[in-house]
């Protein structure tokens, strides 16, 4: 039970980090029906941000740990968005109005040109930094010694994770943004007829989607005290299918379906064989698509004839 309860814990923050990119790819498919397959990489750029934003405060000087993630934090957050504002101008709005695979081929052209991009300017190796989070709490010991822990680390995954997911549910059921990425949702032609600037509204939801990949970076930056050019990729699969399986188009959704594929790849490692974790956790999707295909809380299209 012990054994359990640790890994409980660890998948509930890998899910959380998983949730945070997740709801990236759900707010896109929401307004403009189409996967931004670049997602993952805007992720990958925010930790690489976090961690030059990061080296560059302390070569100044600069030590009160508060502080340095106050402004690494608020700085990979407003340069990652500006990525995310150029990949919608860049690959997004001259083929929006073309067909369908146009946009995800543009996006997944993009997502090649970023990973590349960042191989030649940091190089192919991973890039580790020091812990700067540290410490934690001791919530059980078994008499055969096995101990329980819950980091400081984790702890500020978990909350940041739950804090920006209600933040941005309020700010699309009671904000006038937020009106405004509902109506584009359900028809942009008649939003726009009725007020609405369809292309700020577009903008602002790849801009609000790259600053959250932002956050995840760091989290994963802080978490894991690596970075290297190629996770965007994996970590952007696991959260476009974190996604999927949770209901695309949902914020509650793609942060449940963060931690249920958290969770499936974290118990299996730790109970079955660690090599099959991603079969386990892309099998498990098949299963619920084909018995729930709108995902955990996804709700039917309707189309109107």
């Not at 949770?246 to 730790?270: V, Y």
């Amino acid at each position: 039970m012990d054994y359990f309860t640790q890994q409980l814990i660890n998948g509930l923050v890998l899910g959380s980090i998983y949730g945070l990119i997740a709801i990236g790819y759900t707010m896109v498919y929401g307004i403009v029906g189409m996967i931004n397959f670049a997602h993952g990489d805007v992720f990958m750029i925010g930790g690489f941000i976090a961690l030059i934003t990061f080296l560059l405060l302390v070569s100044t000087g600069l030590t009160a740990v508060p502080v340095i993630l106050l402004i690494v934090i608020l700085v990979s957050m407003a340069i990652t968005a500006l990525y995310g504002w150029t990949i919608e101008r860049v690959a997004y709005r001259p083929l929006r109005h073309s067909f369908r695979l146009a946009p995800m081929l543009s996006a997944i052209g993009m997502s090649f040109v970023l990973t590349n991009y960042s191989q030649v300017a940091q190089g192919a190796r991973v890039k580790p930094i020091p812990p700067l989070i540290t410490g934690g709490y001791t919530l059980h010991e078994s008499a055969a010694g096995f101990v329980i822990q819950l980091s400081n680390i984790q702890i500020v995954v978990v909350i940041t994770t739950i804090v920006l997911l209600a933040i941005f549910t309020w700010l699309v059921s009671r904000t006038r943004l937020g009106r405004d990425m509902r109506a584009c949702e359900q028809d942009q032609t008649m939003a726009a007829l009725l007020g609405v600037d369809v292309d700020r509204t577009i903008s602002m939801t790849f801009v609000i989607g790259a600053a959250l990949a932002a956050v995840a970076g760091l989290m994963y930056l802080l978490y894991y005290g690596l970075v290297d050019f190629f996770m965007g990729f994996v970590a952007g699969i696991k959260a476009f299918t974190a996604a999927v399986l949770g209901g695309i188009g949902s914020l509650p959704g793609a942060m449940l379906g963060g931690l249920a594929i958290g969770l499936i790849e974290t118990f299996w490692s730790a109970y079955f064989s660690v090599e099959y974790k991603d079969v386990a956790a892309f099998s498990i999707l098949i299963v619920v698509l084909i018995f729930m295909p709108t995902g955990l809380l996804g709700r039917p299209e309707v189309e109107k004839v």
